[in-house]
């Protein structure tokens, strides 16, 4: 019924940029707040930033400064816009989603299925 794809992970030297996205379809009848998370083998998923419907953002400190999240509502859409990466930013970048869909009231939260961005020289 839902659909969350991510999709921009790759390969990028230290310092370099990379622009994930995260594109939501199927019977939505509304978003509220899309995150980021990721993860690293043998460790626990990690929160890394949320932005709300209304555009209100909340970084986790090890990306602060260095990574911008928005969205385009139109377009039930996310991105994640990553500059000077560095070695620990490697990991499983996760799409997350708060949605109710058509002709429910309850709020569920929906994952992607992931996009692998490795920062290595």
């Known amino acids: 019924q839902v659909q969350l794809v991510e999709s921009g992970g790759g390969l990028v030297q230290p310092g370099g940029s990379l622009r994930l996205s995260c594109a939501a379809s199927g019977t939505i009848s509304s978003i509220n707040g899309m995150s980021w998370y990721r993860q690293t083998p043998g460790k626990q998923r990690e929160w890394v930033v949320t932005?709300?419907?209304?555009?209100?953002?909340n970084y986790a400190d090890s990306v602060k400064g260095r990574f911008t999240i928005s969205r385009d509502n139109a377009k039930n859409s996310m991105y994640l816009q990553m500059n000077s990466l560095k070695p620990e930013d490697t990991a499983v970048y996760y799409c997350n989603a708060l949605m109710t869909l058509l002709g429910t009231r309850s709020l569920n939260s929906y994952w992607g299925q992931g996009t692998q961005v490795t920062v290595s020289s």
């Open positions: 932005i709300t419907s209304g555009g209100h953002t």
